[in-house]
């Protein structure tokens, strides 16, 4: 992924005439994210027909579709996002405390692995682990570059400091997921908590993904492992835990 021509040219002129004057960035950055869960569990609700063994369906693609409308419509206006350094495929992290980096990245694939393979994989046809597999390399670069990539050049537009910007977009991050655990967890004694670890999971996940990308400057490794993360764990907690499917 690479800038747009005239991007960078753009984002001068952004710097130029003031951050905290650019109102669509303070928008971006302070309103829109809050209307993400308002809008998924709304337009998902639509869909309830479908039972709810089947309503991730619906979820997902209304979720991908607003984050990725949201994003593009943030470049069209403001450029940037798609930064080439950002974006620049490699695993390699680098920056300060770059040895903490990669064990927050991918210290957690040496016992997500295993868990996966003893507690998910007996129980995943063909069919369920290629479902989750595209869903799971949809989702992971998906989330990284709104959440993280866009609500980065947002804050930064608007003047937010590094300091708030770690502290805000993570909760953001973690509260769209409400809209998730409403659809997905039955909404009995057990629902609180699974909306509590919910939050407290995606918005420690959150906060790392967020610190990486401010210490090293890119978001490729997240993406890579976001996606394993959805792949090994979240899609077979839902599909056999949640929902017990099987197809």
Same mark, same amino acid.
């Given at each position: ?17 003031? =951050?905290?004057?650019? *109102? !669509?960035?303070? @928008?971006?950055?302070?309103? #829109? ?5 308002? %809008? ?84 995943? =046809?063909?069919?369920? *682990? !290629?479902?989750? @597999?595209?869903?799971?390399? #949809? ?5 990284? %570059? ?102």
């Amino acid at each position: 992924l690479s800038p747009k021509p005239g991007a960078g040219a753009q984002e001068i002129r952004v710097s130029e005439r003031g =951050s905290s004057e650019d *109102a !669509l960035a303070k @928008l971006y950055f302070y309103v #829109i994210p809050w209307t993400v869960p308002v %809008i998924l569990a709304s337009l998902t609700s639509l869909f309830l027909g479908v039972g709810r063994s089947w309503i991730w369906i619906p979820l997902l693609l209304i979720y991908w579709g607003t984050i990725w409308g949201l994003t593009l419509y943030y470049r069209r206006r403001r450029g940037g996002v798609f930064d080439q350094e950002r974006f620049r495929i490699t695993f390699k992290l680098r920056g300060e405390h770059a040895w903490l980096q990669y064990v927050l990245i991918y210290g957690p694939l040496l016992w997500v692995i295993p868990f996966w393979a003893h507690s998910y994989l007996p129980h995943l =046809s063909v069919n369920m *682990a !290629l479902v989750m @597999l595209l869903g799971a390399a #949809i989702n992971g670069p998906s989330e990284e %570059i709104y959440w993280r990539a866009c609500l980065e050049d947002a804050g930064r537009a608007a003047g937010v400091s590094q300091k708030k910007r770690l502290i805000l977009a993570p909760i953001m991050f973690a509260l769209w997921h409400t809209a998730f655990v409403i659809h997905i967890f039955p909404f009995d004694e057990t629902w609180i908590a699974a909306w509590a670890a919910t939050i407290l999971s995606t918005w420690i996940s959150g906060s790392i993904w967020m610190w990486v990308l401010h210490r090293s400057g890119r978001l490729f490794p997240q993406c890579f492992y976001h996606s394993c993360a959805n792949f090994l764990s979240v899609f077979p907690m839902i599909a056999i835990t949640a929902l017990h499917l099987s197809f």
